[in-house]
């Protein structure tokens, strides 16, 4: 499957990838018979199992390999506490030293979306 077909309909762009990157992507993506349908999956670099592709995942998956830091320091979709309201960061690394410490903090939106520098903001 060609990310570019998968991405026609939305607003995503894939210009920060080289073509290598999309194209090793692009060979990990399967398709699996969901409800009579053909529904795309790619395996997870950090969760290590099968997840359904959407655009934001594809972002996220491509983002992942770009980071390069060990996987065992990172998490997807971590809780940050606001007093009592929990919101989730897309990707989180690990201080290598103080393991549970967030270093790095990445928060993906969709094109066009205004908020994500103040979402990151907040969470930090």
Do not use: H
């Amino acid at each position: 499957m060609k990310l570019s077909e998968f991405l026609k309909d939305s607003n995503y762009k894939l210009s920060q990838f080289s073509d290598t990157q999309i194209a090793e992507f692009e060979n990990t993506i399967t398709l699996r018979e969901v409800k009579e349908k053909q529904i795309p999956y790619v395996k997870c670099i950090v969760r290590k199992k099968e997840v359904k592709l959407t655009p934001e995942e594809a972002v996220r998956q491509l983002y992942l390999e770009n980071l390069e830091y060990p996987t065992d320091r990172m998490e997807l979709e971590y809780a940050v506490s606001f007093g009592r309201e929990k919101k989730r960061a897309d990707i989180v690394i690990f201080d290598k030293d103080k393991t549970t410490s967030p270093y790095i903090m990445v928060e993906l939106k969709k094109p066009k979306l205004k908020d994500g520098k103040e979402q990151l903001k907040s969470y930090l």
